[in-house]
């Protein structure tokens, strides 16, 4: 069941570089001061950044999951990151389960499904190599493709983009409609979408595929699996 509340970043000025990833249903200073009254922490925590979301324990998972090669102990929650970087990354995924006027929205659920290795396995040639994740993940509301890259190559700052899919269409409405499982869409992204209409519709390939793709479609090209290998 999910559960409302918040999800914050603390850092202490005599960590440096080092940030903790928590939730709680109460207050994110109260949760400071509840764990700055230590005896082993000599300088309190201060919260840097906190989002309300509607299920605190689906955005703490998923931030964890995220950062778990940064995480300094498996059993505790604090990560040797950047904080523009931890900050980021709490924005983008509390979108998910956003906030409208303080009120949560409740969603029955939000799952995904990572679709990467499969589009590695069908077009290693085409993806960009920066991608590190491509998710298909729904919500009561919509159906959208999240793909994650590294920004910069020695850099771990990561790029979100998020790709609302309702607006592909096959002739008898939205090709992904929130009324079939995310496995179904997800399968059906893989399966169905051509690679015309995935360089028209997402920015998962170079531009040199891009180019190609485009080229052989339009003068009527089929292109045949080992063109993608």
């Known amino acids: ?3 409302e509340g918040y999800v914050y ?17 109460r207050s994110s200073e109260s949760r400071a001061a509840e764990i700055s009254k ?10 840097v950044h906190e989002e309300f979301v509607s299920d605190c324990v689906a955005v703490e998972k998923r931030l964890h999951k995220m950062f778990s090669d940064y ?10 990151i950047p904080l523009k970087e931890a900050v980021r990354a709490l924005q983008q995924v509390a979108n998910v389960y956003r906030v409208a006027n303080n009120q949560p929205i409740e969603y029955n659920s939000v799952q995904a499904v990572e679709i990467l290795p499969r589009l590695q396995h069908l077009y290693p040639k085409y993806l960009k190599p920066e991608i590190k994740s491509v998710q298909m993940i729904q919500r009561d509301d919509i159906c959208f493709l999240e793909i994650t890259s590294q920004a910069h190559p020695n850099i771990r700052d990561e790029k979100v983009e998020r790709i609302d899919l309702e607006f592909i269409a096959e002739e008898d409405g939205t090709m992904f409609p929130i009324n079939r499982s995310v496995q179904e869409n997800a399968n059906k992204f893989v399966n169905k979408l051509d690679p015309y209409s995935i360089i028209m519709c997402t920015p998962l390939f170079t531009e040199a595929a891009c180019r190609k793709i485009a080229d052989e479609y339009e003068n009527n090209t089929v292109l045949q699996a080992e063109d993608f290998i």
């Open 1 to 3: 069941m999910s559960k």
């Open 38 to 47: 230590s005896t082993g922490v000599p300088v309190a925590y201060k919260v």
């Open 71 to 80: 995480r300094i102990n498996p059993n505790r929650e604090f990560f040797r």
């Open 9 to 25: 970043i603390f850092i202490n000025p005599l960590i440096d570089g080092v940030v903790k990833i928590g939730k709680t249903t």
